[in-house]
C-alpha cells in the first residue's frame, strides 16, 4: 500500500535525507577519529583530506536539499500537537543551519591554513591568505557547530522514536522509500 503523498515525502526528498544521514554519520566518526591520530603521519593526512572532501560533498548537497525544500514542502504532520510540530520545525531549521554552517566553517579554516583546500586529491584554488587567526576561529565554530549538529541529530532520533511509539509504523514510513 502506496502512502497518500501529501503525507509522505518525495523520493528525492527521501534520497537525499539518507544519503546525508549515512554522510554525516561517515563525517562525526572520522572527525572523533582523525583528531585523535599522530600528527605528521600518512594516516592523518589521508583521514584530513577524505574528512575536507567528503565534507564538501556535503555542503552541496544539503544546499540541492535546501532547493528541493523549498521547491517542495515538507508532508503535514497531522496528528502532531501543536507543540510538537514547532519543536519539529525548529529542530529542523537549526539542522539545515548547522548542516550549512559546519562544512562552510571547515573549508573557510582550511582556506586560511598554509595547505591548499584537497577535493579527493585535487588542489582548490586558494581563495584567501593564510590567517592564523581566522584559521583558528573558523576551526573553533567548526567544531562547536559540528557538536551542536550531533546534539540535534540525537534530538532529532529522539523525537522520531517518540512519534514511532505514539503513531507506529505510519510516522516513519513518511521518510522510507515506498
Same mark, same amino acid.
Given at each position: 500500500?502506496?502512502?497518500?503523498?501529501?503525507?509522505?515525502?518525495?523520493r528525492?526528498a527521501?534520497?537525499?535525507?539518507?544519503?546525508?544521514?549515512?554522510?554525516?554519520?561517515?563525517l562525526?566518526?572520522?572527525?572523533?577519529f582523525?583528531?585523535?591520530?599522530?600528527?605528521?603521519?600518512?594516516?592523518?593526512?589521508?583521514?584530513?583530506?577524505?574528512?575536507?572532501?567528503?565534507?564538501?560533498?556535503?555542503?552541496?548537497?544539503?544546499?540541492?536539499?535546501?532547493?528541493?525544500? =523549498?521547491? /517542495?514542502?515538507?508532508?503535514? *504532520?497531522?496528528?502532531?500537537?501543536?507543540? %510538537?510540530? &514547532? !519543536?519539529?520545525?525548529?529542530?529542523? +531549521?537549526?539542522?539545515?543551519?548547522?548542516?550549512?554552517?559546519?562544512?562552510?566553517?571547515?573549508?573557510?579554516?582550511?582556506?586560511?591554513?598554509?595547505?591548499?583546500?584537497?577535493?579527493?586529491?585535487?588542489a582548490?584554488?586558494?581563495l584567501?591568505?593564510?590567517?592564523?587567526m581566522?584559521?583558528? =576561529?573558523? /576551526?573553533?565554530?567548526?567544531m *562547536?557547530?559540528?557538536?551542536?549538529?550531533l %546534539?540535534? &541529530? !540525537?534530538?532529532?532520533?529522539?523525537? +522520531?522514536?517518540?512519534?514511532?511509539?505514539?503513531?507506529g509504523?505510519?510516522f516513519?514510513?513518511?521518510?522510507?522509500?515506498?
Amino acid at each position: 500500500m502506496k502512502p497518500h503523498p501529501e503525507l509522505h515525502y518525495s523520493r528525492p526528498a527521501i534520497a537525499l535525507h539518507w544519503i546525508m544521514a549515512v554522510l554525516l554519520t561517515v563525517l562525526i566518526a572520522m572527525g572523533l577519529f582523525m583528531v585523535g591520530l599522530p600528527k605528521r603521519t600518512p594516516a592523518v593526512g589521508f583521514y584530513y583530506n577524505m574528512h575536507k572532501s567528503l565534507g564538501l560533498v556535503a555542503l552541496a548537497l544539503v544546499v540541492i536539499r535546501m532547493a528541493w525544500r =523549498l521547491h /517542495r514542502a515538507a508532508p503535514a *504532520l497531522e496528528t502532531a500537537s501543536p507543540g %510538537s510540530r &514547532i !519543536a519539529a520545525r525548529a529542530t529542523h +531549521v537549526m539542522m539545515y543551519l548547522l548542516m550549512l554552517w559546519v562544512p562552510a566553517c571547515g573549508f573557510l579554516a582550511t582556506s586560511f591554513g598554509k595547505h591548499p583546500v584537497s577535493f579527493f586529491g585535487y588542489a582548490l584554488p586558494r581563495l584567501f591568505a593564510e590567517n592564523a587567526m581566522l584559521l583558528a =576561529l573558523f /576551526r573553533q565554530l567548526h567544531m *562547536l557547530f559540528a557538536w551542536a549538529l550531533l %546534539s540535534l &541529530i !540525537a534530538v532529532h532520533l529522539l523525537g +522520531v522514536i517518540w512519534h514511532v511509539r505514539l503513531e507506529g509504523s505510519r510516522f516513519i514510513r513518511r521518510m522510507l522509500p515506498a
